[in-house]
């Protein structure tokens, strides 16, 4: 079973997108940043048996158009709202964020409480990631100074999303209501060779304090997993989907 991948026509530019399977709700993956659709094969199939899916490649990333003005948050919702709008994907969503995604689902759900059923953060970002910042090494600081120094040289890549994130924070934290939905944090369980040990546990307690967001809220574990459960350990990921698919049913 494959995807196919097609192709749409918004106001900002032409973005790569798929569905498949039909029922409701209406499930939206959010990919992390610069990830791919390919980045959901794990565990689509089994979630399309029983809802309709989509996922998309945001603006500069593999088949969709580069990005021609500033990837905030604000401007990613609006224009994720434009796609689903375009396919005939209707409200409410379940929300499915994966890293830099888990921001925009936050911020979408903010913006348009009606419009979102549920929200499963899997690893996800938080905006107090910002402040991770001054645990990174003199080395690292640098070698993202010239990186963002060469994107600026690029009219595409200046836009591209990962330099909003602090944007995307404040846009965050500027609308205080958050709907009371059934909300599911997934993180990973395992050490991560590639980031410090303090700034893994600031990350989870991070994550943790997502559950805040609503009273109806769960956290699970990826024991066996580092960043990326839905690759480690999908059945974890498509369990948690389904459990918050059929709470939804069921109110």
């Given amino acids: 079973m494959t995807q196919k991948h097609l ?31 390919e980045g959901w094969l794990k565990i689509w199939p089994e979630i399309s048996e029983s809802s309709s899916v989509f996922s998309y490649n945001r603006f500069g990333v593999t088949g969709s158009d580069k990005p021609q003005q500033p990837q905030d948050g604000l401007t990613i919702v609006e224009t994720l709202r434009e796609a689903l709008k375009i396919v005939g994907f209707e409200p409410p969503f379940l929300l499915v964020g994966h890293s830099l995604g888990g921001l925009y689902a ?109 009273s109806n809220s769960l956290h699970i574990t990826a024991e066996k997993s580092g960043h990326f459960p839905q690759f480690s350990e999908p059945k974890v990921v498509i369990d948690t989907i389904k459990d918050c698919v059929r ?5």
Wanted: with cysteine; glycine share 6%; hydrophobic share 35%.
């Fill in 7 to 37: 192709k749409m026509e918004t106001t900002r530019g032409k973005l790569q997108y798929c569905i498949s399977g039909s029922g409701k709700p209406n499930i939206v993956l959010i990919n992390g940043g610069a990830g791919p659709i």
């Fill in 106 to 214: 936050n911020l979408f759900a903010r913006l348009y409480p009606d419009e979102v059923a549920g929200i499963v953060f899997l690893e996800s970002s938080h905006p107090k990631d910002i402040s991770l910042d001054e645990h990174q090494g003199k080395i690292v600081k640098t070698i993202n100074k010239i990186l963002s120094m060469f994107d600026s040289l690029s009219s595409h890549k200046q836009f591209n999303e990962v330099h909003f994130v602090k944007k995307t924070a404040e846009q965050i934290h500027a609308i205080d209501h958050f709907p009371h939905i059934p909300i599911y944090v997934i993180t990973g369980g395992k050490e991560n060779r590639m980031m410090p040990e303090e700034v893994r546990k600031k990350r989870i307690n991070h994550q943790l304090e997502l559950l805040a967001l609503s």
């Fill in 247 to 251: 709470q939804i049913r069921q109110s």
